[in-house]
């Protein structure tokens, strides 16, 4: 008889490594009935539905934004999901997909862009390119017969805005500019604090976004459509024309460009600019792309001061309200901007309705972005041309 005993610690061991075997032993028994799952789901418990139909986006070009903030968004996303991606480079391409579980199959490059139209799999194009390649892209997504959600800016002129609206409308397919903003909270309750006339009568709006940009960098190449006021600049312009509900009459501007900094050999480091609205409100604007970051708006209305900090930020948004001699925050839940803007195009889709941010509110953009470059180039008042 093999004798044998067990320190307290063994002890236990033992008896909870039987009481396993004894269990598992149980388990492979074929009478022992199942163990029986709980009647119902504890009541807070919220188990998703299936959406009865998404939209497949297909992703042009994986640089910074779209490996940074858009991919990874699709995964808040509730209608929203990626299908297929175009890339100049393909082994960057197959990493991205199966790190997304997107068939290899529905790979392309810029050269088959266009066999889009034949995968059914693909309702939206996402333009994710340098702002020189918007139009080109967006028109061919057109033909391909997709619905295309392009990147601010939407291009860099006015012309090609306007064949961009024209090749929607002709293939009859929905265009959305990708401002971000325009589906967040904090900036939502601003528009209607604004619009309610939670401030009085606006008068002066400024706005300012400046970051520090290394080369080398698309935005520091002209031919790529670079430049301070279309990659930065153009959420100050957007933010006077959502806050105030108004579009401007005229512009002055003015820009920095240094002769002793390389990176700006093609484009201005600082551009500042004024633009005046029917009301009397002028909306003050700067960016440039030799700071530290700062991206922020202060409303001036006759009865309160809204600021909002890092009002153009992927997030980290601050509301405030200067009133009546007391500051007050107002406390919201931030989403995922990329998410929400990419439901929101895909919601859009699927009931037939336009975008809150249509091709023509990239184009009212283009208009001032015109009128600005105008006023620099001849040193005096332009007016913008709607
Ligand atoms: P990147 O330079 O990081 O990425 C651009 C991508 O475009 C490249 O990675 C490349 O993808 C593709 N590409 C194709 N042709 C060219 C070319 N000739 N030169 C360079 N790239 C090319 O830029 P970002 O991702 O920062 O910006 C892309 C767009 O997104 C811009 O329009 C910008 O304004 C906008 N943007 C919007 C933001 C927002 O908050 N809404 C924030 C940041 C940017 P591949 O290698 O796969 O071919």
Do not use: W
């Not at 009085?200 to 290394?214: E, F, L, N, P, Y």
């Amino acid at each position: 008889m093999t004798d044998f005993h067990l320190n307290e610690l063994d002890r236990r061991t033992f008896l909870a490594t039987s009481a396993t075997l004894i269990a598992s032993t149980n388990m492979l028994h074929a009478d022992a009935p199942p163990l029986a799952p709980p009647d119902k789901q504890p009541a807070h418990l919220q188990v998703p539905e299936v959406p009865s139909k998404t939209i497949g986006f297909a992703i042009v070009g994986l640089g910074q934004l779209a490996l940074e903030q858009v991919l990874p968004a699709f995964a808040k996303c509730k209608v929203a999901r990626p299908v297929a991606l175009v890339s100049g480079h393909p082994d960057k391409a197959k990493k991205v997909a199966a790190a997304y579980g997107i068939d290899p199959r529905n790979l392309y490059n810029y050269q088959t862009y266009d066999k889009l139209a034949d995968n059914r799999e693909v309702d939206a194009i996402y333009i994710i390119l340098p702002n020189s390649m918007h139009a080109e892209y967006t028109i061919r997504g057109f033909k391909a017969g997709k619905h295309v959600l392009c990147e601010k800016p939407m291009a860099i002129s006015v012309a090609e805005c306007t064949e961009m609206i024209a090749a929607s409308k002709a293939a009859n397919r929905k265009l959305m500019i990708a401002y971000r903003l325009r589906y967040e909270p904090f900036n939502m309750l601003a528009i209607d604090l604004c619009h309610q006339g939670e401030l009085g009568k606006i008068k002066s709006i400024t706005a300012s976004h400046c970051q520090d940009v290394q080369a080398p960098n698309i935005r520091l190449s002209k031919a790529l459509g670079g430049g301070p006021v279309g990659d930065v600049g153009i959420y100050c312009i957007n933010a006077f024309r959502y806050l105030s509900g108004e579009e401007p009459v005229d512009v002055t501007a003015t820009e920095y460009q240094p002769q002793d900094d390389t990176r700006f050999r093609e484009v201005p480091e600082s551009v500042a600019f004024t633009l005046r609205f029917p009301s009397g409100l002028l909306g003050c604007g700067d960016c440039s792309f030799g700071t530290a970051e700062s991206r922020c708006f202060r409303v001036q209305g006759g009865n309160g001061i809204l600021d909002m900090e890092s009002a153009f930020g992927y997030r980290g948004q601050r509301l405030l309200l200067h009133k009546n001699g007391r500051l007050s925050e107002y406390q919201l839940a931030p989403v995922d901007h990329f998410a929400a803007e990419m439901d929101a195009f895909s919601e859009s889709i699927l009931t037939n309705q336009i975008p809150k941010t249509p091709g023509e509110e990239g184009l009212a953009d283009i208009r001032i972005i015109e009128a600005i470059e105008e006023s620099i180039r001849t040193g005096r008042i332009s007016a913008v041309r709607h």
